[in-house]
Structures are given as C-alpha cells and as structure tokens.
C-alpha cells in the first residue's frame, strides 16, 4: 500500500491536551509510521507518498460509535419494516449504511443487533477491503426473552440455560460480543417495556460467565434500575442507555415485575449503583443522538429528555466513563449524523475536549480497541478524520469531514469535501 502524509495546522493526538502544531501524519501498511512536526514527518517520508495537506484544518483520530444497527432504517418502524426485507437486499442497504458512517468520520462501529449474521458478514467484506465502510464489531442477534425486546431478529432464550445455549451459538456464528436485553424497550410492539426487566440477575450471570469462557465482552440493554443493578452484579463490560428508568406508581407497590410475572427486592440506590459503575470501569453508552430534535413531539419527553442530560453530568462528575454511541437506525437516528450526537454532551456540561476523548481514547478501550485505534500514535491503525478549523473551539466542524483515512485508505466523504488538499504523489521533500 503507498505511503501517505496528511498534514494540518494541529494534530489532536487524542489524550486531552496533547496536540502537535503545524504536525504531521504520516502512515503505510496500514498502520501510522510515524507522527510529529511537519518538518520531521516530511524527512522522514519515503519517494512517492501521496501527501495532503490541510491549512487551517485539524488531524484527529477517528471517531468510535459504540452502538449502532445495520438492519434498521432509521424510520417510523425500523422492526417492523425488516419483514418486507429479502436478506441479500438488505445487506446492501446496510452496505450503505456502513458508508454513512465513514462518510461522517465514524472508523470504528459496534453494531448491537442483527439478523441473520449479516453484520457479520458486512464486517467481513468491510476487513476484506470489497466495501467501504468502518471497521465493525458485531453482537449477532441480541439474546431476549421470548417475545422481548427485539425478539424478531431471532435471538429468543428462556431460562439459564436457554440463554447459556444462544451465548452460544452467537459465538458460534462468530460475534465479536454478546448483548443481552436485561430489559424491554420502546421499538417492539406488545414487548415489556423499558421500566421491565426480562432477565433474572442468574441468567444475567450467565450470559456473562458464557461469554467469558470464549474471551467476548457483554453489552447489557439496560434502562430499569432493577436491570442496571443485575448487569453491575454480573459484570458486564458496558450498559447501554443506562436511564435508570422506574416503573409507573401503579406497578411500583410492593415489588417490581419481570417480563414474566417473577419478582426481585433489594435493589441499590442509584447513587451507589453510579459508584460502583464507576469503580468497576464498566463504560455507559447514553445512546442520544443527533436527530432526537427533529422527531415528532410525542416521541420526544423534554422532561426526560432533561433529566437523561442531568444524569450525563452526573456520572461524567461521578467518573463513570462515558462512551459515545448513537443508536443509529431507531426513529430518527440517522447513519450520517454522529457529529451531532456529540453535541448531547456538552449540553450536559461536558467540555468540548473531552468530548472528543470520548468519542475517540475512551470508546476505543471500553471496546477492547485501545491498543489499535482511538489515538493518533505510532504502530496504531491509520484511523483518521480531517477537519476544517479545530474542534476543541467548536465541535460542529466534526459535521463537514474533510478527508478520513481508515486502516491507512484515504476516503473522500460524499459529498465531495468541501476543500480540495494539495495532493502529489511524489517524495513530499
């Protein structure tokens, strides 16, 4: 593959306050062969590296979104629609949908609920360089009960050991994870709803200790407090939505129900189910993302909307670490609109650096990435995101990519970027 030079007025390396000014990217094979002053970087480069460069604009790592899915359109009834869906058409939709997210600067995705393996088998063409798209990690069918949330996409289990035996066979199909639905949802109809929880904290247990056994981390869809503090107890890897949602007054009298009529007591506080969310290092994933302002008013509570940013603030200052992940696919949650799903962060008060560590560093480790992505440092994968102007100013200038480069391929957004780099193709010296 043919060395390649990126070159901008700062270099975000990642970690909060490491930057390089006026630096230098230079990567090949894939992986990023060296980093640092223009100057040094342009010395070191070998005959006939494709150089861009970038006045004004920002070099950063690749932006990380932990919580996507393929399959869904993004519509009304994103559930609903998959039954008009042949499978071969459906990969190529989601082909598609892969791209929006690199088209918006997004290198690394998790996606957390598929069918039929086509995540998979998208992930695979993706590696193989056949497709555009981000690198994916994918959880194959989620495991819920029967008739849960999310059931239609085939990863129904009862009981310890029916969910022992669909772990797997997950694995089997060759997930990277296990997510495991610990309680409802609002997407499936006639399906327990949010303040639910679906499974009892042994087959929690066991989802997780089945998983382990073949070295898979768990992602646990979790928005009842009940379910939450099963998933801290199982030790799972990272909590989705994470609302510490309660049942309604009428249902709260005495004990909190299960899908299936069972019951459990004696659940921690929320403040001392923060604690220890925050002492385990398990990484919550809020999943609001950039379209929730232009959904339909009956979609969207102000008031929970209010206290889910709150709450944001609240674990951020707690020191939980936070992940960013946009559930893309659900009503509104459009594939091409990460960078607007930062901006939920700073109106829960976060400053915009550590947005951008979050996005990046902190998404990479929570995804056991830490080691190949989520920095700009020599010996990590070439993952990277051309911006016009800094975003540690303004995080908007995420909305319009310049160029992004993943596993060292350059790739143009479409539309086109709005700059064009001086390129050559020649020994930049």
Known sequence: ????????????????????????????????????????????????????????????????????HLVFDAGEDPLGSLSGWHDHDLLLAMAGRARQLLDSGVT?????????????????????????????????????????????????????????????????????????????????AGGPPNWQPQYTPEEIRTAVREARRFGRPVAAHAHSTEGIAAAVAAGVDTIEHCTFTEPPA????GRTEHADGRADAGVPSVAALVRAIADRGIAVCPTLHGGINDLPPHLVDQDELGRLLRQI????????????????????????????????????????????????????????????????ATGLDADLLVVAGDPREDLTVLRRPEAVVIRGRWHVPSPAARRNPVTSERNPA
């Open 1 to 68: 593959m043919t060395a390649g030079i990126v070159t901008a007025d700062r270099v975000l390396l990642g970690p909060v306050g490491q930057v390089i000014e006026g630096g230098a990217v230079l990567f090949a094979d894939e992986v990023i062969q060296a980093v640092g002053p223009l100057r040094d970087i342009v010395e070191r480069a070998p005959s006939g590296a494709v150089r861009a460069d970038f006045p004004g604009g920002s070099v950063l790592p690749g932006l990380i979104d932990c919580h996507v």
């Open 108 to 188: 690394t995705a998790r996606d957390l609920g598929d069918r039929g393996n086509l995540a998979g088998r998208l992930r695979d063409a993706i590696a193989a360089g056949h497709v555009p798209g981000p690198r994916l990690l994918t959880a194959g069918a989620p495991v819920t009960v029967t008739g849960g949330h999310c059931w239609v996409l085939g990863g129904q289990a009862d009981g310890v050991e029916g969910v022992r035996a669909q772990v797997r066979r997950t694995l089997r199909d060759g997930a990277d994870l296990v997510k495991i639905m610990v309680s409802g949802g609002t997407l499936t």
């Open 250 to 253: 009428e249902y709260a009298v």
């Open 313 to 376: 603030g609240d674990h951020h200052a707690a020191g939980v670490r936070l992940i960013a992940g946009t559930d893309a696919g659900v009503p509104g949650a459009g594939f091409g609109r990460y960078a607007e799903s930062l901006d939920w962060f700073t109106r829960a008060g976060l400053a915009p650096e550590d947005v951008l560590r979050i996005a990046t560093v902190d998404s990479a480790r929570a995804l056991g990435l830490g080691g190949r992505t989520g920095r700009i």
